[in-house]
Structures are given as structure tokens and as C-alpha cells.
């Protein structure tokens, strides 16, 4: 069954197949003015021997020249044949979104591999050396884990010191239970009074605490499950202590 459509913008009237017409969706190109319109809505009834004959150029001829060329491979099984003139131009805009939408995803794991940087060495150790440089071309820093609930104060005391008077010393180990390196953590001493009050208050970073030998490795941190002994003398010359209190953290 042939229909005959007629184009809005040039009137010009063509035959079309009904399969043509719903293979994109009733949507046809002109052969002469290459208008897309509907097909469907252009619908006219054909009267013998009237207008296509006088049509100049024959939108016909115009619209099916292609078929004069050697024709393609024939398609796959039940694949349907579309027309040239039906085949809608592919709009440069998905393109352009698409490559929009690549660059978009590749910054987001660009920054969450910088956010969590830290964690993925720690769960890839080959990838320190090249998160490293990264960070060294990007100007950020690569430290190790700093996770305090796995960081622990095994055993202190505080005593004096019969070598030297007024002299006290404060003696701990710190054990690392989590199952990577950790940093050196901070420790906070208080000494307190007769009544629990405190009378100095003190922050000690790792090369203050560390013995000579452990700073100069302090950058490598404290080992999984291992455990550091540090040694730390005060003055007690001005101040009465009796009591201390002592606990770490990450600054």
C-alpha cells in the first residue's frame, strides 16, 4: 500500500510506505527542501494523474537517487531497512554531554583518590610511591593513618628521680593495635595536686617524647602491633605534684 504525503514548508507531495512512515515514528525528509515534518499530519489523498506528475524536480526521484548507487549489504535477519531520507542526523550534543560526563567522572575519582588517600595506601601499599609523587606535583601531603581508638597507652607512672633532685620522670609504652602504621601520636601530661587539680599541663609531640634512635625513624611511624617505651624527665622545683594524668590524641 502506497500513501502520499505532502511536505508543509515546499509543498511538495511524495509516496511514502506505511512502514516507512512508523519506522521513525511518522517523522519524513523532505527530498527537496530536506525539511523534517511529519508524515502522518501530511497525509493527502492521492488523485490520479494530478500533482506528483508535475512536480519539478520529482521529489521521487530526488528522494530515492540513492537507490541508483551500488546498493549496501543486505542487514541482518528480521533487522528492517530504513530509508535514507527517513535516517535522522545523530545531534552533536549527546557527544558534547558525554564527553562532558567522562570529564566530570574522571575529576570526582580524582578527588576522592586524594581525599582517601591515606586509606588507600594503607589497604594498597604498592600505591604509596605513585600517590607520593602525585601529591608532591600537587602540593598536598601523604601522612600515615592517625586513628586514635587503635592507639593505646599500655602501662605510665610518674616517679622521682633519686640521680637528680627535684627531678621527676614519666615512664609509658605506647602500643599501635591497629594492623597497619600509624603516626606517633601527641600525649597530654597533667600533673595534679594533693586535691586533683592541676597544676601544670604539658603537650608532648613525638621528638619530645621518642628516645634519639626511634625520632630518627619517627617519619615511618609506629609498626603494626608494635609498641614504643618512652622516658621523659620534668623539672618539680616550682610545683608540688603529686598525681599526673595522661592521654593521647592526633593534633
Known sequence: MTLTTRCPSCTTAFRVQPSQLSARGGKVRCGKCAGVFDGVAGLVEEQPGAELAKAEPSPQLALFEAARRPAPALPAANEEVIPEFLEEDP?????????????????????????????????LPETREPLAAACGWLGCELRLPRRPELMAIESSDLQADTRRKNVILLNAVIRNRAPFAQEFPALELTLTDERDQAVMRRVLAPQDYLPAATAARAAQGLAAGAESVLRVSFDNSRIRAVGYRLYLFFP
Open 91 to 123: 545531534p552533536p550534543r549527546r557527544l558534547l554531554w558525554g564527553f562532558g560526563a567522562l570529564l566530570a567522572l574522571a575529576a570526582l575519582a580524582l578527588q576522592a583518590t586524594l581525599v582517601y588517600r591515606t586509606e588507600i595506601v594503607v589497604l
